[in-house]
Each structure stands twice: as structure tokens, then as C-alpha cells.
């Protein structure tokens, strides 16, 4: 245990010590120069989106046409509700320096570490979506003539949005999570501040901390934001995610 | 080697690198059947980090349900905030609190069991909200008061989604559990982070945290069929 | 005699000179050898059990394995001893010790100097007892001492595949000059900050990289490996560099940016006056055995062999004879 103290105002102090951390930077604890400051802040800030997104992309590419198509035909549902069920017992730390180790380190092969979790979710959520698309709508749909791909695209998806955007939100806030800890394997992010306390200092670490949760709060809002946006007006009740 | 005779010396021995060990190939049985007890260790103190946040995590949960169960208003509010704990990571949460906390095993504690509260206390709620109205006016036709209602009645009914809730909460806070290291307070992600190049370690470390989630995942599923041996489980 | 009985006796001869030439050779098993000199077992004092010791280090093998030693050999002299282990880097090492969490901790006399006291490299003296003098002198200041130093000594080191060294004739890190900027260069976090580092491959070589990229010390071996650093950053005392001597190689350090430093441990005055003479005595009779092949061994059989460093530092003080 630490001997920093734990009263409540020395506990203040220290993060309005990391705020000035966050804006104005600080003295390297070691030889040279400064660390923190706005546009380091920003840089790392941009460099966890980037590959936030590079994985969420790759997951969607991958999971999402799955899902759909698995949903419509009924198939595969062992597997698929498995996955998601599987997907939350991977421990991200052994993922990412399992990867590290074997594959190697930098930005492709993160992102696809982080893909790899960002999967589950998604398959399961657009799986069962699917699966629970108003049968009648789709016999409608159907006898209009509409191919399996129309069937799809035209009334399944758009009805199981509420369910699929649930399970994004839920990807992309581990993806977040895990991408803190991605400078373990080379990858600069947000993280390093936490990880690198060698290099920010303790102001750092704690800045790291508070930085990283305010961008996984503020995705979040934004998602569900999304999600409001996406859903189509004669869905707009309440689901509770399944995922 | 030496030139004069000496007490003891230090065995160099030579090494050819032709080992399974020496590779650092992906798994070497060999050395895992040799050093799997030190992994035991470090599985037990997870095993305690997550049976103690989950526990935590219920009760506090159970009682927010209870205030909610009859004050409906209560229930986004409960939802934002615990929403809240869910949405930071981990790691970051473990930061957050160090300050307060220190390093150590009840930083980590308090991180994982604000996580699991969200989950659990949906699930006790849209558990309850199932309980078809019929019943519930039964009960109360019997003469049950509310109280009876909700522990004889309600409760009892709503317990596979209750228990669908805790495997999920179990399940993450396992995984989760693996980072407690960074905060200091010890488990599998100790044995991952002091060597981060080994991969035969990181297989069995990351292999023992999975069939971990797993067994408890089985044993929440057995504890349901006991106690609910009307129902089939309901998957989560 | 017969041809077939003078051949015999000739095949018979040969065998028994081999026989005694091989028996000769090793007295021990397969290709092992033996190095570092026998010590004197550690005397427990009962009076040392009145005082408590938290033993720390920084966060790599090598520090792992020396904690560990210091703190079996400070137990087996009689003191109540505690380890917080894998601190994290100089400056975090030393805000332990400064804050009271460690009672002192085993430093390299070149890092204190660059790092801890601003010295530039090329004034770190070569000389061990000078360059501890001179450490000791400074940590004084601070209400720090520091014990002898260790036979071995360490610095940091630029390594490389050999297939790219001999690719690129590359013998000495100025041979980078020049094709530097098309080469990755990886190494720990805080590389990037330190003279015998990064800035001092900028400063004093003048060399610029195509990029630096910070990773975990656990895997500097590992990007080489995998085709991804160019160069990395390496320790001379690493196991690696001579169990596979023939795979990897280091560039000579010719305008002496890299220090090599003996390992001091630094501790606490006030400790020291509380402790009693085995402090001391202890430390620097469990070090005696720790020269430069024997350091090297005991990292091999935590990084290669996967032994854990509490282990191999029990394994080291009894095959030394500190301990039994």
C-alpha cells in the first residue's frame, strides 16, 4: 500500500494536479522536456479513436453481415449466442500479450486483438435481433415479392437496429477499455499516461485515468445517441440490451 | 574454471537453445506440468477478487432494487449512475481510486464491484417486471401482504433472470479481474504482466482466467436449477 | 602380435586417452562449468531481529533476481525482511526510497549519475570505486548512502539481429550514421527521456531514427525477433546475448553514451544507523559472488529457463554457500 496520504482535500489537490497536467503539461520527471499539455493530450486522444475505429470497423465487417444472415436463416444460434457468452470470459491483458508475444506489436495487429473482442457482442445482439424481427412483417415482406437480400436489408435491419446498436455501444466501450493498455504492445494511446508513469509522473497517470474515462463516457452518449437517431420512430420504446 | 578449490560455486550451465522453453514456443507442456503451481496462487487470489465484488455487487444492487421495487422514479436515475461505473474502464477506475485508496486488493475490489451493479440491478428489475400481473393479484387475493408478495412471490419468480444477471456480472468480472494487477492486487494478470514475453505463461494464465469464468458460469447455472426446479434456465 | 590383436590394442589406447581426456576436461555434468567463488555461509544475528527492511527494485529481470538476493540474505542474517519488488524505473525507485515505502534498493552507478544527478555520460568514470565515490558523495546530500559496488557491472546497449548488423556492416552504433533514418529503433518508456538513452543517441551520435517506438523491457528481445525493430535496445548483461550469441549481436558503444555502472545499493541513512553492521555486511557479502558470468546465469534462468527470480536467488546463495 501507498504511503500517500488519503484525507479527502490531499486527495483534491492531486487532481487538480493532473488537471494542470491535462492543459498546461508539466516537467518530465526525468532529463528532458515536458509532458502533458493540450495537444499531447489531443494527439494520444486521437491516436485511441483511430484505432478504436480501425477495430469497430473491422468487427462490423466481420460480425455484422454474420449475424444478419445467420439471423435470417435461422442457423446457428449455438454458436452464436455462445460467442457472446464466450466473448465476455476473454481476459483482454492475455489477449493483447499473447499477441504481442506471438504475432508482434504496432497498429495492425492491435487492431485485430481488439477486433477479435469486439466481435461477440455484435454477433450475438444482430443474431438474436434478427431472430426477433416481427415474423409477420417479414411474411409481408416476402409475399411483396422482396429477395432474401431485400428481406434483409429493407425490413430485418432496420428493425433490429435498437438490438445491434446495444451491442455496439457494449463493443466499443471494451474496445475503449482495452485499448488502454494497448502501449503494452506498442501501441500508443490515452493508456500511455496511465502505463508510462515513468515518463508522466504521477500527475500523469492520474490525468491518464480521468481522460480515459471522460472519452468512454462521452462515446457512450454519443452512441446512444446514434442509437436514438438510428432507431426508426415506431421503435422508440425502451430495450434492454441483451448483451 | 577456477584456480583455487572453493566452497560452493555457482552452476553455469550451457544453454544450446534448442528447448521447448528456450523458443518460447506458443505452449511447452513440459514446463507447464513442472511449474503449474505457480500459477495457484495468483488463480486463488482471483477466485477471491471476483467472489467477493460479485457478493458485494448483489447485495448493494438487491438493496437499490428493494428502494426501486416501489418507487418507480428511482429506477433511471439508479440506472445512469451505476450506468456510469459501467462505462469507465477498468483500468482507468482502478487510477481513479488509488488516490483514495492506495494499491491493493481493495482498490481493485471496489472497481469491480461498482462494474457489476449495473448489470445486476437491471436484471433484479426487468426479473420483477416479468412476474405476470394474474399472479400478483393472486397473491394479494390470498391476503399476501406486499411485503409477503414480493419475498414469497415476486422474488422467487424473478430468479432466473436474477441469476442470468450474475452469471454475465460473474463471467466479466472474472476477465476484468485479470487487470487487478495494475492496481496491485494480485491474481492472473501478476503471472501476464511480470512476463510479458512468456508465451507459455500467458496461455496457461489466460487459459486458467477463461475455464475460471467457465466453472463459475456452471456452478451460477446449478445454483438456479436448485433453487428454481420449476423453470428450465433461461440463457443469458 | 597379430595385425588384428595391434589394431585392438590401438583402438583399446585411443579409447582409454579420450576416456581420460574427456574425464579430465569437466568435472561436471554435460557442458556445464562453474564460476564465482565460494562464500562463507551468513551468520543469523538475533539482534537484528528487532528490525524490519522493505527491499525493492526496479521493474526488470535483472533487478528482480538482485532483490530477491539481498532480501534472502538479509533474512538469513536475522532481520524481519519485506519486498515490494518491481518499483518501476529509476525515478519511481527512488521516490520510494525517498518517501520511506523501500529501505533501499540496488541502483547502477551509471544511472544514478546520468539520471538522478545530471552527470553526462562521457563523465561517468570507468573506474567502479570511482564512479561509487562519486554516486555515494552525491546521494549523501540527500540523506542517501549507497554499499560497494558488485563485481559485474551493466549498461545499456543497442542490439541487433546479426544478419542485419552484417547486412548493413554494422560494428559500432556510428556505423549507423547515415542510415539511421530508415531504421526503427524500440525501447522501454522512459528510454526516450534518458541520456544513456534515446536523447543521448540523438545528442551525442546525432542520429536520427525513422521512428522510436516505446514497448514493455520484457519485449525487447521479442521485436527483433518478430522483424519489427530494426535495432533495440538491450542490456550487456542480458542472458540472451550469450545463449544466442550467434542471433543477436550489440554495437560497440564508441563515443561512450552508454555507461556501464555496477549495481550499489542505495538506502537510507537513518536505516544504516537503525540496522546495524550487517546491513552492510551482509549486502556486500552476498554480491561478492556476483560477477559479470554468474549475473548473466541467473538472469538466463529466469528469462530463458522461466525460473521465477525468488527461486534463482535461493538456487544462487546456496550454490555459493551463503546459504544451506
Sequence with gaps: MSAAPHLPLAGLEIFGQAIEFIFNGQEAPTVSGKVGGLDQVLDLTARHLEVTALAMGLALIVALPAGLVLGHYGRGELVAVAAG??????????????MAAAIGVGLLNVTIALAVLAVPPILTNTFVAVRQVDRGAVDAA??????????????????????????????????????????????????????????????????????????????????????????????RDATTATA | ???????????????????????????????????????????????????????????????????????????????????????????????????????????????????????IFRNIMAGLANVPREVKDAGRGMGLTERQLLWRVE?????????????????????????????????????????????????????????????????????????????????? | MSTKARTRALIAMLFALVLALGLAACGDDGGDTTGGGGGKAIVSNP???????????????????????????????????????????????????????????????STALTSFFKAAPEDVPSDPQEAYQQSKAEFEKEGLTAFPPTPFASANAVGTLRTTAEELGLEKVSDLEGQSQDLTLYGSPECRQRVDCLVGLEDGYGLQFKSFTPVDIGLRYEVLDKGQADLSILFTTDAQ?????????????????????????????????EAGPDYEKTITQVQSGLTEQVMQELDARVDIDRQEPAAVATQYLKESGYID
Excluded at chain 2, 466453472?215 to 451460477?220: G, R
Design chain 3, 241 to 273: 546475448l550469450s545463449a544466442e550469441a550467434d542471433k543477436y549481436v550489440i554495437l560497440e558503444d564508441d563515443k561512450k553514451v552508454f555507461p556501464a555502472g555496477n549495481v550499489i545499493f542505495v538506502t537510507d541513512q537513518k536505516v544504516v544507523d
Design chain 2, 155 to 236: 422474488l422467487p419468480l424473478a430468479l432466473p433472470e436474477i441469476i442470468a444477471g450474475l452469471r454475465v456480472a460473474t463471467v466479466s468480472t472474472v476477465a476484468l479481474a485479470t487487470l487487478a494487477a495494475f492496481a496491485g492486487g494480485g491474481g492472473l494478470g501478476e503471472e501476464i504482466l511480470s512476463n510479458i514475453d512468456f508465451k507459455t505463461g500467458i496461455v496457461i494464465a489466460g487459459g486458467l482466467a477463461i475455464l475460471m469464468a467457465f466453472a463459475f458460469d456452471v456452478i451460477l447455472i446449478g445454483i438456479q436449477r436448485l433453487l428454481t426446479p420449476w423453470r428450465r434456465a433461461v440463457p443469458a
Design chain 3, 47 to 109: 539482534d537484528n531481529g528487532k528490525v524490519t527492511l522493505t527491499i525493492g527494485s526496479k521493474n526488470f529481470t535483472e533487478q528482480l533476481v538482485l532483490g530477491e538476493i539481498y532480501a534472502k540474505g538479509l533474512e538469513a542474517a536475522g532481520y524481519k525482511v519485506k519486498t515490494d519488488l518491481n518499483l518501476g524505473s529509476e525515478v519511481i525507485a527512488l521516490k520510494a526510497l525517498q518517501a520511506g515505502e523501500v529501505s533501499g534498493y540496488p541502483e547502477y552507478t
Design chain 2, 1 to 119: 574454471m577456477t584456480d583455487a578449490p572453493q566452497l560452493a560455486q555457482v552452476v553455469i550451465h550451457e544453454r544450446t537453445g534448442e528447448s521447448c522453453i528456450a523458443q518460447n514456443k506458443v505452449f511447452c507442456p513440459g514446463w507447464a506440468i513442472d511449474n503449474f503451481d505457480r500459477y495457484v496462487d495468483p488463480a486463488l487470489q482471483q477466485v477471491v477478487l471476483v467472489v467477493v465484488s460479485v457478493a458485494l455487487g448483489f447485495a448493494i444492487a438487491f438493496a437499490l432494487a428493494l428502494l426501486a421495487h416501489r418507487r418507480r422514479w428511482l429506477v433511471p436515475p439508479l440506472i445512469g449512475v451505476t450506468g456510469v461505473f459501467y462505462t469507465i474502464p477498468s483500468l482507468a477506475f482502478f487510477f481513479l481510486l488509488i488516490p483514495i485508496s492506495g494499491r491493493g486488493r481493495d482498490t481493485a475490489i471496489i472497481a469491480l464491484t461498482a462494474y457489476t451493479l449495473q448489470i
Design chain 1, 85 to 98: 457468452n464466450a466473448g465476455r470470459a476473454l481476459p483482454e491483458l492475455a489477449i493483447i500479450a499473447f
Design chain 1, 142 to 235: 416476402r409475399g411483396m415479392g422482396m429477395t432474401a437480400r431485400e428481406v434483409i436489408t429493407r425490413v430485418e435491419l432496420p428493425l433490429a437496429v435498437p438490438t445491434i446498436m446495444s451491442g455496439v455501444r457494449t463493443s466499443t466501450i471494451n474496445v475503449v477499455a482495452t485499448a488502454t493498455i494497448a502501449p503494452l504492445a506498442g501501441v500508443l494511446t490515452l493508456g500511455d499516461f496511465i502505463l508510462a508513469r515513468n515518463v508522466y509522473g504521477d500527475d500523469g497517470v492520474l490525468a491518464g485515468a480521468m481522460l480515459v474515462a471522460l472519452l468512454a463516457l462521452t462515446l457512450e452518449l454519443a452512441l446512444a445517441g446514434l442509437q436514438r437517431l438510428l432507431t426508426s420512430p415506431g421503435l
